[in-house]
């Protein structure tokens, strides 16, 4: 059956870096987008970051661009995420999740709940001193 594992969470200091990781299973995994999406507590969903199913583009939130970088590698069937600069306020539950609709879109217009398919269980990023 379709699994998301995310790991690589934490406690980490403002400034430092952390880097997640999601292990993919389940699905043909080359073949969707994927997405880093996070909520911070009493916070609406919010997407961090997008990669094409190749990993030749990305697009990030612009909260997290320049500090945040997505990866894959569609070998192994997974996908990182490389924290840099951390802030306070990147302190919430990080999710990965495939990608249904269309990643201009989303960059461009916003999402919608339908454009996210597949759910992670997510993993906590807290970001304090």
């Known amino acids: 059956e379709v699994q998301l594992a995310e790991s690589g969470g934490g406690l980490v200091q403002p400034g430092g870096s952390l880097r997640l990781s999601c292990a993919a299973s389940?699905?043909?995994?080359?073949?969707?987008?994927m997405s880093w999406v996070r909520q911070a507590p009493g916070k609406d969903l919010e997407w961090v970051s997008l990669i094409d199913t190749s990993g030749g583009d990305t697009y990030y939130a612009t909260s997290v661009k320049g500090r945040f970088t997505i990866s894959r590698d569609n070998a192994k069937n997974t996908l990182s995420l490389q924290m840099n600069s951390l802030k306070t306020e990147d302190t919430a539950l990080y999710y990965c999740?495939?990608?249904?609709?269309?990643?201009?879109?989303?960059?461009?217009?916003?999402?919608?709940?339908?454009?996210?398919?597949?759910w992670g269980q997510g993993i906590q990023v807290t970001v304090s001193s």
């Open positions: 389940g699905f043909p995994f080359s073949s969707y987008d």
């Open positions: 999740a495939t990608v249904v609709g269309s990643l201009w879109k989303i960059r461009d217009m916003g999402y919608d709940d339908a454009d996210f398919g597949y």
